[in-house]
């Protein structure tokens, strides 16, 4: 049968799952507590992976590619969360978090195939590249903004033709 994984049907492994879920994030909790004291938000990015791994599981058990889409920014964003609280590098966090939208819509146009997301991580990429370049002072705002308004003008006609001509 298609509805089942062995003899377990996909809603109550995914109820299952979710039972894990929630023991781990309670266990993470704990730990953010007792241990990881120094990192107060910790447990946000513990449950930012959590959640994702579980939406990414549902996404593939039912074939739905917004979900997956979902899954793979808030893991990501959980994973990177993670990261910079770790290395202490908190003043690069909106790197972090731009990269984890450009993995995500690549993922995306990978696992599902949609050339939109191809469209979105192409743009990320280069926001991400300018991102980089005004980070670390080589760019001034001004620059920066009108660089990403160009990139915005471009990315909205982009999608007005694609969707006129498709």
């Not at 990414?56 to 990501?76: E, P, Q």
């Not at 990320?124 to 160009?150: G, Q, R």
Request: a positive charge.
């Amino acid at each position: 049968m298609r509805g089942r994984i062995g003899n377990l049907k996909k809603s109550l492994f995914l109820n299952y799952l979710l039972i894990f879920s929630i023991l781990l994030f309670f266990g993470a909790i704990v730990l953010n507590i007792v241990i990881f004291k120094d990192f107060p938000a910790l447990w946000f990015y513990a449950f930012c992976l959590i959640l994702g791994i579980f939406e990414l599981f549902k996404s593939r058990f039912f074939k739905l590619d917004s979900i997956f889409y979902l899954g793979n920014v808030v893991t990501l964003i959980g994973i990177s969360g993670i990261i910079f609280l770790f290395t202490q590098t908190q003043a690069y966090s909106h790197i972090y978090i731009l990269s984890s939208f450009l993995l995500s819509s690549f993922l995306t146009f990978i696992v599902c195939g949609q050339k939109f997301h191809l469209v979105i991580a192409y743009s990320l990429f280069f926001v991400l590249v300018f991102a980089l370049i005004y980070t670390f002072s080589i760019i001034s705002l001004p620059i920066f903004i009108a660089i990403l308004c160009s990139f915005l003008v471009l990315l909205i006609l982009i999608i007005i033709v694609n969707f006129i001509w498709s």
